[in-house]
C-alpha cells in the first residue's frame, strides 16, 4: 500500500457486472466514500480513490490461537441459547468461524466466481492495514437511500431447495421484522408481506420495509446496527449473551459495509457469507439465528450448509 493508503477494496453491487477497484484513504470530502462497521466495533469511514489496476498485498499470517469449534461444543452452546429463549431473549443469533488450509488463494478468480453464483448479493474484497483481507458476497441490505427514500429489509429464516419453511422460521422473521419497525420509530404501515428470496441454493424470508426520511445512510445504518438478523432481540439481552458465550471475535464479520457516492442509490449491506483471507488458509463465518423452538442439530446442519455453500462456490475442499 502507498504512504497515504489505509486499504483498498473490490465491490460489485447486487444485479451488476461493473467493478469499484481503488485505495482507501483518511476522509477529505472525497465524492466516493467507503465506511465500516464490525459486530462490536465503531464506524470507521474513508475515502475512495479509483484505481482499476491496483493489486492485492501479501496476506496476513494465521493467529494460531484461534481453534474450530466441534459440533458437540457448538450444540451445547445452542442449547444454552435455546434455553435463554425460553426466559427474557426472544432471538440470539450464533455463529462460528472455520479454518480451511489452503494451496493457492487467487482473489480474483474467487470474486469473479462469486459474481457468477450470487447475482443479487454484493460481492467485495477489502484489505485494510488494520482488518486484514476479506472476502464475501452478502444478500441483506442493511440500509438503500435514493434522495428521502429509504429503504431497509427485514431478511430471517434459512432453508434449501424446496424445503418448506416452518413456524420457526416466520416467528424468527417476525422478530426481526418488528425491532427494525421499533428502532426506527415507523409504524407496520411500511413493511411489506414476508417472501420468499433465493441466494443460490439457499432461501430465506425476507420482508421490504419503505419510508421517507431526512435522515443520512450513516444515522440510519447506526439506529440498526447490529439488527435481530445478526444478533437478535431484545438487541441489548442478545448482544450480551453473545459476547459472553460465542468464545471467539467475530470481528467484521455480521458488520456492516457502506458506499456512498458510488450511484444515484447509496447503500450499507450486513457483512454475511465471508470469509478472511491468510497467507496458508481462510476463516469462513457461519452463523443462524436462535429461539425457544430451535433444534441443536438443525442448527449445526444449517452452519454447515451455509459453510459449503461458500466452499463450493470457491471450489475450496475441507
Not at 444485479?15 to 485505495?23: A, H, I, L, P
Not at 465524492?31 to 459486530?39: E, N, R, V, Y
Not at 496476506?59 to 469449534?69: A, K, S
Not at 479454518?99 to 487467487?106: C, F, K, W
Amino acid at each position: 500500500m502507498t504512504e497515504d493508503s489505509i486499504g483498498r477494496i473490490s465491490i460489485s453491487f447486487p444485479n451488476k457486472s461493473e467493478w469499484f477497484t481503488g485505495r482507501l484513504v483518511k476522509p477529505t470530502g472525497s465524492s466516493q466514500q467507503f465506511s465500516l462497521c464490525g459486530f462490536d466495533t465503531r464506524t470507521e469511514r474513508f475515502d475512495f480513490g479509483s484505481n482499476k489496476q491496483m493489486n492485492w498485498d501479501r496476506l496476513n499470517e494465521v493467529n494460531n490461537n484461534h481453534q474450530n469449534i466441534s459440533e458437540s461444543d457448538y450444540k451445547v452452546l445452542v442449547q444454552k441459547a435455546i434455553s435463554a429463549c425460553k426466559g427474557s431473549i426472544e432471538k440470539v443469533v450464533l455463529s462460528r468461524s472455520f479454518d480451511i488450509e489452503v494451496d493457492t488463494i487467487d482473489i480474483e478468480n474467487w470474486l469473479d466466481r462469486l459474481r457468477t453464483e450470487f447475482p443479487n448479493a454484493l460481492v467485495y474484497c477489502l484489505q485494510t492495514k488494520f482488518h486484514g483481507c476479506w472476502i464475501g458476497a452478502t444478500p441483506e441490505v442493511l440500509v438503500k437511500k435514493t434522495g428521502d427514500n429509504l429503504e431497509t429489509m427485514s431478511l430471517a429464516g434459512t432453508k434449501w431447495g424446496d424445503e418448506p419453511f416452518s413456524e420457526k422460521e416466520y416467528i424468527e422473521q417476525g422478530v426481526v421484522t418488528e425491532s427494525i419497525l421499533s428502532d426506527l420509530d415507523l409504524s407496520t404501515k411500511v413493511a411489506g408481506s414476508p417472501k420468499i428470496v433465493e441466494f443460490g441454493n439457499i432461501r430465506h424470508l425476507q420482508t421490504n420495509i419503505a419510508w421517507k426520511s431526512n435522515d443520512s445512510l450513516a444515522e440510519v445504518s447506526e439506529m440498526l446496527h447490529p439488527t435481530p438478523a445478526i444478533c437478535g432481540f431484545p438487541k441489548a439481552d442478545a448482544k450480551q449473551f453473545i459476547l459472553s458465550n460465542e468464545g471467539y471475535n467475530r470481528e467484521l464479520y455480521t458488520g456492516y459495509l457502506q458506499f456512498e457516492g458510488f450511484s444515484e442509490i447509496d447503500y450499507s449491506f450486513v457483512n454475511l457469507r465471508c470469509m478472511q483471507l491468510f497467507r496458508d488458509r481462510v476463516r469462513i463465518y457461519v452463523g443462524g439465528g436462535i429461539n425457544a423452538l430451535s433444534d441443536p442439530e438443525t442448527e449445526w446442519i444449517e452452519t454447515e450448509k451455509k459453510l459449503g455453500a461458500i466452499t463450493k462456490a470457491l471450489k475450496i475442499e475441507y
